[in-house]
């Protein structure tokens, strides 16, 4: 008798089509990869994340009231910029910046208590070149829509194994920048 397995609902499908893809963008920094939302809806886009990353063990920060309520159905803790794990910014301005600077760094006994920052981009503008794990040699990407305060405070901060780890979201594609991954802007 062959063994039955139970099919997946739409949304554990969704969330593991949002994972898979997550989880390769940050094994592979530079490389575009593509959410399960609608093409041009950076709003979807977050709100799948959230949905996929955030429980009850873990706190986000959003300056988004839109988004705000969407994650807060996932029963994470809505926390201040310097204690949340995940900070979502579906949008990015100088406003934010010192938002952004209080994220957390973690410490050399723990680095897993970084902050992961999810930053709402686009794919076109600013040229920067990654270097490091998980690319082969280096790896172009062209960003805009973020200030320039964002990499430099990004490239101040980051002492390996502490740092920040980077989601950039445009619409809905995705491209990480893990902590241990070199930026050079221009």
């Known amino acids: 008798m062959t063994p039955v397995t139970p099919a997946f609902t739409d949304a554990e499908a969704h969330t593991r089509e949002t994972f898979l893809a997550l989880m390769w963008a940050m094994s592979y920094p530079g490389r575009v990869h593509t959410l399960p939302t609608p093409d041009d ?3 979807a886009a977050f709100q799948a994340i959230g949905d996929t990353l955030l429980d009850l063990e873990v706190s986000y920060y959003t ?3 839109v988004l705000n ?5 996932t029963t994470s803790r809505f926390l201040e910029p310097s204690q949340a794990g995940y900070l979502f910014f579906p949008s ?3 406003d934010h910046i010192a938002e952004l600077a209080q994220a957390k760094l973690g410490t050399m006994l723990y680095p897993d208590e970084s902050a992961t920052l999810i930053l709402g981009c686009t794919f076109d503008g600013t040229p920067i070149t990654l270097t490091g794990p998980g690319v082969n040699g280096t790896a172009p990407i ?3 829509s973020l200030p320039a305060a964002v990499w430099d405070w990004r490239e101040k901060t980051r002492r390996y194994p502490l740092g920040w780890d980077i989601i950039l979201v445009a619409g809905n594609q995705v ?3 893990p902590r241990s991954t070199s930026i050079e802007m221009g």
């Open 41 to 43: 809806d950076t709003l």
């Open 92 to 94: 990015v301005g100088e």
């Open 175 to 177: 491209i990480g920048i």
């Open 69 to 73: 309520r969407h994650l807060q159905r």
């Open 142 to 144: 062209t960003v805009g």
């Open 63 to 65: 300056p988004d009231a």
